[in-house]
């Protein structure tokens, strides 16, 4: 595959992802034919079942498209701290396509979910690697980063799973409020450095 045709693929996965997205938010995944997918993206049928052989690799490719930014997340961290807030603005930024995973990842098959519980895994993972090296450093204090590295990626889904009970209180899904939850869990693996 050239660097163009990489290219291209990549484009049209984007392209059905964000149009099965809008779907699902609007209809469910049960709700949503292979159909409308298709048109939402630009596609003829056979042209969609170029990139996917069923309606749950669309899930799968949804899951990539908002994952990805996490991805550039990373690199750009230059610290414990750093990383969380980045890892909780780019989940609370697209709220509404965390909802929408979260509520339809359950009508995925095993071999989907599976796929989508390896790659969160291996985020807890990145996490996890980023608080030991803190302590090797002697900055940081955990008995179990990868339990860390978990509870973290679970905050990167609070807020847009709670922001309906959480709004009334003041509390919302700002840039303020990931700064102050990544200063708390900083703060707490430090306290003891």
């Not at 989508?116 to 985020?123: I, S």
């Not at 840039?175 to 708390?184: G, H, K």
Request: with cysteine.
């Amino acid at each position: 595959m050239t660097s163009a045709d990489h290219d291209r693929a990549t484009r049209r996965e984007r392209e059905i992802a964000q149009g099965a997205l809008a779907l699902f938010l609007e209809r469910g995944f049960h709700g949503t034919s292979i159909r409308e997918i298709a048109a939402s993206a630009g596609l003829s049928m056979g042209g969609l079942y170029e990139y996917i052989s069923s309606k749950d690799d669309v899930l799968s490719m949804v899951y990539r498209s908002m994952t990805s930014p996490l991805e550039d997340v990373w690199d750009g961290a230059t610290d414990v701290e750093t990383l969380i807030f980045s890892v909780l603005t780019a989940s609370w930024e697209r709220s509404r396509d965390v909802q929408i995973l979260y509520r339809e990842t359950v009508h995925l098959d095993a071999a989907h979910r599976e796929e989508l519980a390896a790659t969160e895994r291996a985020y807890a993972r990145v996490i996890a690697e980023a608080i030991t090296a803190g302590v090797e450093r002697g900055e940081l204090v955990c008995d179990d980063p990868l339990l860390v590295g978990h509870l973290v990626m679970f905050l990167a889904a609070f807020m847009p799973l709670r922001s309906w009970i959480t709004r009334p209180d003041g509390i919302d899904a700002s840039e303020e409020t990931a700064r102050s939850v990544a200063a708390l869990v900083a703060n707490t693996l430090r306290s003891s450095a």
